[in-house]
């Protein structure tokens, strides 16, 4: 099973920008037909951000659309989410997901079977 690890959240204003960076160790993304971001603030359940699946298709939280952008590159073992026009709603816990199968039922939580730890996301107005 792999090992996810996030990194790149941080404190930022309003309006601001990060990318946030989701390493696999242990196995290939390659291998993985699913790979997501989530994201959690206090008091509030999950909820899906973003997809990508391994043929290159993504998708966006309507929410965040236009705003979020997420990226793949197997070669490197890494996912990327780039945050631009950060909201003070946008603060959360951004969490990095994979599934081997591929499922059309991408929003729901269940659906992956590994999960990093989280990295923390902040955005003061």
């Known amino acids: 099973q792999v090992h996810l690890v996030e990194s790149g959240g941080g404190l930022v204003q309003a309006g601001g920008s990060l990318r946030l960076t989701c390493a696999a160790s242990?196995?290939?993304?390659?291998?993985?037909?699913?790979v997501a971001w989530f994201r959690q603030a206090p008091g509030k359940e999950r909820e899906f951000v973003a997809i990508?699946?391994?043929?290159?298709?993504?998708y966006h939280a309507d929410s965040v659309k236009g705003r979020f952008t997420i990226s793949r590159d197997n070669a490197k073992n890494t996912v990327y989410l780039q945050l631009d026009s950060l909201k003070p709603e946008d603060t959360a816990v951004y969490y990095c997901?994979?599934?081997?199968?591929?499922?059309?039922?991408?929003?729901?939580?269940?659906?992956?079977?590994?999960w990093g730890q989280g990295t923390q996301v902040t955005v003061s107005s």
């Open positions: 997901a994979a599934a081997r199968p591929y499922y059309s039922d991408y929003r729901t939580a269940n659906m992956y079977n590994s």
């Open positions: 242990g196995d290939t993304f390659h291998d993985y037909a699913m």
């Open positions: 990508t699946y391994n043929g290159g298709v993504t």
